[in-house]
């Protein structure tokens, strides 16, 4: 990177991530300038993940210890981890990052250009197996299409935090996240596109693994109940009800 690059924070929410976390974070540090940062947030991992990056001895790796807080769905736990390490990011262009997949060599060039001009930026990812043998090699093609709507995104969600980055400005409006009820990356994605400039990158810049000790599920198939669905949708929309209100009460 550029000296004059502005100074990115990756975000990294981990829980027993040993076997894939160190390629993760390899393909991640060779992309960063000496000032960048990233920042771990491990949710009590019994494994060795916090050994293996601790044996980084990178200045800029920053790990937080994250304690669970209460929770009605399961994919909270994850939101708040997220949430704990966003919040410590200083940088002005902020990346979201899984603990087993692997960044593309050409991944934070092309992000850092498309923020130039927009706020938000998401790109395609290339699906694998857990040796990292492509199955998709367009995720939004063949798993899960995406479209630029503020409504198709609430009634199926499509974002994929992973693929994710954004500028400072949209973390502030963002924080604090929904108590719970709202994934991480749906709720910044609904931010991003309703109150910011949203762009799409149609370019597969991660290898996304999926294997049987995933901690999200995209990619996998939705088994949850029609009430599920609905109650899920409703703090959703109470949420963005509030971030609104708000907004329109400063």
């Given at each position: 990177m550029l000296s004059n690059s502005p100074r990115i924070s990756v975000c990294i929410a981990t829980f027993n991530g040993e076997k894939y976390i160190g390629q993760q974070l390899d393909s991640i540090c060779e992309q960063l300038s000496a000032c960048d940062e990233i920042i771990i947030s491990d949710d009590g991992s019994t494994d060795g993940t916090l050994d293996v990056v601790r044996d980084y001895h990178d200045p800029r790796i920053i790990i937080l210890e994250h304690k669970d807080k209460f929770a009605k769905f399961k994919n909270d736990y994850v939101t708040h981890n997220f949430e704990n390490a966003l919040m410590h990011a200083e940088g002005e262009i902020i990346f979201l990052s899984d603990q087993d997949d692997v960044?593309?060599?050409?991944?934070?060039?092309?992000?850092?250009?498309?923020?130039?001009?927009?706020?938000?930026?998401?790109?395609?990812?290339?699906?694998?197996?857990?040796?990292?043998?492509?199955?998709?090699?367009?995720?939004?093609?063949?798993?899960?299409?995406?479209?630029?709507?503020?409504?198709?995104?609430?009634?199926?969600?499509?974002?994929?935090?992973?693929?994710?980055?954004?500028?400072?400005?949209?973390?502030?409006?963002?924080?604090?996240?929904?108590?719970?009820?709202?994934?991480?990356?749906?709720?910044?994605?609904?931010?991003?596109?309703?109150?910011?400039?949203?762009?799409?990158?149609?370019?597969?810049?991660?290898?996304?693994?999926?294997?049987?000790?995933?901690?999200?599920?995209?990619?996998?198939?939705?088994?949850?109940?029609?009430?599920?669905?609905?109650?899920?949708?409703?703090?959703?929309?109470?949420?963005?009800?509030?971030?609104?209100?708000?907004?329109?009460?400063?």
């Open positions: 960044w593309l060599p050409n991944k934070v060039e092309r992000m850092v250009d498309a923020l130039k001009y927009n706020d938000v930026v998401m790109s395609d990812c290339s699906m694998t197996d857990s040796s990292l043998n492509i199955v998709h090699k367009s995720y939004f093609t063949t798993e899960r299409n995406f479209k630029q709507s503020i409504f198709y995104n609430f009634v199926k969600p499509s974002f994929l935090g992973s693929c994710m980055a954004f500028r400072k400005c949209v973390l502030d409006q963002a924080l604090p996240f929904p108590k719970y009820g709202v994934g991480h990356d749906l709720w910044l994605g609904l931010v991003g596109m309703t109150l910011y400039r949203f762009f799409f990158i149609n370019e597969p810049l991660i290898l996304y693994r999926r294997h049987n000790s995933s901690v999200t599920d995209g990619g996998k198939v939705n088994n949850t109940s029609l009430w599920f669905k609905i109650r899920y949708r409703a703090y959703v929309l109470l949420a963005l009800y509030r971030l609104f209100m708000m907004k329109n009460n400063k």
